[in-house]
């Protein structure tokens, strides 16, 4: 047997190890918070689909625009409408990988996600940083990050009186069971 | 070796991204496919002068202020139709989200007003299908005007009772434009035989046109069915432009009407638009929210 059979075979069984150590979150939560002149604008989404492989890092997660909530039914009507287009740009994706992580390790590990974030229909190149603790068979990751408005070619409209921030505050918090 | 390494290393990242593009496949199939309901198929409640399939959220009250000057035709003399107001002031609330009631008063004879609106369906689209919204609408009116003691003999006072019942159908066919049929059926309690019917049909058309994300055009149409041969009276039209900043909608109108309430602008609009008798009026909303909606 030749080193490059070895190799194969160590990666193939590298690639079995990682699919084994899979995990999915289908109620994340995404949250978003923007100072205001007159009204701080604060909503939440807690239908957030994920999926983590913990062997290889990778981590995708696909946000519904519709299921945010608001305070108000109005500013959930504007922010569908004029600012995401939800009709045009429906959901918000990540697709990447977490880095600088040991699973299995315990307590809380800093990491970076590194990958692409989709909004409003623009795909960024972007690096989050972030934690992620693995308890009890479960891994948490939390993050949170500043989203400038403009980078995504979300559009404040004008004559809107109630402005939203042009840069707003993300939270993510996902808790990954097993698959 | 050197390029083992290298095809190797560029093997694996082309890997790892065609195991993130798995993933996220992985993922987009295990999510159940959901409804989409249409929203904001019109910016108001009211179209311009007559209502939209727009009913208010639970919990919202929405204070209208509707504002028509006199005829544009009226020349120099009355400032071109500002110098004479017709109002109604109104309140809308949501009791659910299908659900809306409403009351006004309007200065044209006197009258008081009230509604319900009953959202049947919601145009949808994934799970559910829906081509479009469908509102039932019933509404009385109560006429103050004339008073007691000026009122013809034999007038009473449930003479002074009308109602409204309508069948509104809308589609949101594009995020920038929607349509809107509306049946209508009124009935007055008291007419002039000779001219008028107690029952008047009508079918309404009506739309919208985005023209920003914040301004719109409208414009509605009133039909009468079987009018009598001598009816003075003419079928209702009206253009607008919608503006939307924040918790306001101001309506900017131009119409043949001064009436509010559906009597008034479907039975008995006495302007004709291509004579000139256009006022020019708007309407302006506020929206309230009681309580944090979950």
Do not use: C
Not at chain 2, 201 to 225: C, Q
């Amino acid at each position: 047997m030749n080193k490059t059979t070895l190799l194969i075979i160590a990666g193939i069984g590298l690639g079995v190890s990682l699919h084994a150590q899979k995990f999915s979150s289908e109620k994340g939560q995404i949250s978003f918070y923007s100072d205001a002149a007159i009204e701080d604008i604060e909503a939440v989404n807690n239908m957030v689909g994920s999926l983590f492989n913990a062997g290889s890092g990778d981590l995708v997660y696909i946000v519904k625009i519709k299921d945010f909530k608001f305070a108000k039914s109005l500013m959930r009507e504007h922010f569908n409408e004029k600012y995401m287009e939800i009709e045009k740009f429906p959901k918000s994706t990540f697709q990447g990988k977490l880095v600088g992580f040991k699973a299995g390790n315990p307590g809380e590990q800093k990491v970076k996600a590194v990958g692409k974030l989709s909004i409003h229909g623009v795909t960024k190149d972007v690096e989050i940083p972030g934690t992620i603790e693995f308890t009890g068979g479960k891994a948490v990751v939390k993050s949170k990050f500043m989203v400038k408005l403009v980078d995504y070619s979300i559009t404040i409209p004008q004559l809107v009186w109630q402005n939203i921030a042009e840069e707003i505050e993300v939270r993510v918090e996902f808790t990954y069971k097993p698959i | 070796m050197k390029k083992l390494v290298l095809s190797l290393s560029v093997l694996m990242f082309a890997l790892s991204v065609a195991a993130q593009d798995d993933l996220m496949k992985e993922l987009e199939q295990s999510q159940q496919s959901d409804t989409d309901y249409a929203f904001q198929t019109f910016k108001g409640t009211r179209l311009v002068n007559g209502h939209t399939v727009e009913t208010k959220p639970k919990s919202t009250l929405e204070f209208i202020f509707a504002h028509r000057f006199g005829p544009i035709n009226g020349g120099a003399y009355e400032m071109f139709g500002l110098d004479q107001a017709y109002v109604r002031y109104g309140l809308d609330y949501g009791i659910t989200d299908n659900l809306s009631v409403s009351i006004g008063r309007n200065s044209v004879d006197k009258t008081s007003d009230g509604y319900f609106k009953y959202k049947v369906m919601r145009q949808s689209k994934g799970s559910r299908n829906m081509p479009f919204t469908m509102v039932l609408l019933g509404g009385a009116a109560y006429q103050f005007s004339p008073k007691k003691n000026a009122a013809p003999d034999g007038f009473e006072n449930i003479d002074r009772l009308s109602y409204v019942g309508q069948l509104l159908i809308a589609r949101k066919i594009t995020p920038g434009l929607s349509l809107q049929l509306m049946p209508t059926l009124v009935h007055r309690n008291a007419v002039t035989q000779l001219i008028e019917k107690n029952d008047q049909l009508a079918l309404g058309v009506g739309g919208r046109i985005k023209v920003t994300k914040s301004v719109a055009f409208t414009s509605e149409y009133y039909y009468r069915l079987d009018v009598p041969e001598n009816s003075p009276y003419n079928n209702t039209f009206g253009i607008g432009v919608d503006i939307e900043t924040g918790g306001h909608v101001f309506q900017l109108v131009f119409t043949n009407t001064r009436g509010l309430t559906e009597r008034a602008f479907i039975t008995q609009t006495d302007g004709d638009f291509a004579d000139g008798d256009i006022h020019f009026g708007f309407n302006v909303t506020r929206t309230f929210q009681f309580g944090q909606k979950k």
